[in-house]
């Protein structure tokens, strides 16, 4: 992205945006301040499809069927990264935000988080799925860019998403895209 013209053909012409990255990243806070400037439905993945009450995940075949449902509208941002469901997301993308932070970001959020809604629920889940922190989701994202970059980077490729794909590399870089992004709002 190249100033704010490249904000604004990235974003105010874009009807469908995806806002990934690893747990922790800020994604759920940078999808919802996008939402509100652009006009766009916010749609939380874990929120709207994997989680119901209680931290039990939905089937499968219930998850990608409310998944497919959500995409085929025509304007949307949804957070998540969710790997396992790109093949039906990446397709109706027209923007993808990658929120692309050091692992030390990612673990101070998932942490700050963890603690702020301790036995709580956060808005991007569902009721009765209260905040916890846990080993696996730290290992998660301890790993995430040994593990999950590489294959975001061939599903972008695959998706011909690599040139309407931005990457945002701190929490101070992301919070002015969303005020450039508030600035652009009404900009045709």
């Known amino acids: 992205m190249n100033g704010t013209s490249g904000l604004k053909s990235t974003l105010v012409e ?7 990255g690893c747990p922790g990243s800020g994604k759920s806070t940078l999808a919802k301040r996008l939402s509100q400037a652009l ?4 749609i939380s993945m874990d929120r709207d499809f994997y989680w119901l009450p209680g931290w ?3 089937q499968r075949d219930e998850i990608d069927s409310l998944i497919a449902k959500a995409v085929a509208k025509e304007r949307w941002i949804m957070d998540g990264t ?10 109706r993308a027209e923007t993808v935000i990658w929120l692309r932070l050091p692992r030390s970001a990612c673990l101070y959020g998932a942490i ?14 569902p009721a009765g799925c209260p905040e916890h922190l846990s080993l696996d ?10 593990d999950a970059a590489p294959l975001i980077e061939t599903a972008l490729r695959d998706y011909r998403l690599l ?7 701190s929490r101070k870089a992301a919070r002015r895209f969303a005020v450039l992004a508030h600035g652009l709002k009404g900009v045709a």
């Open 56 to 58: 039990r995940k939905r």
């Open 82 to 91: 969710g790997l396992s469901s790109f093949h039906l997301r990446l397709p």
């Open 137 to 146: 989701l730290l290992a998660y994202i301890w790993n995430f860019e040994r």
């Open 112 to 125: 700050s988080r963890g603690l702020r809604y301790f036995r709580r629920n956060r808005p991007e889940l």
């Open 163 to 169: 040139n309407s794909t931005v990457i945002i590399r």
């Open 14 to 20: 874009a009807d469908r945006i995806l806002v990934i």
């Open 39 to 42: 006009g766009l439905d916010y």
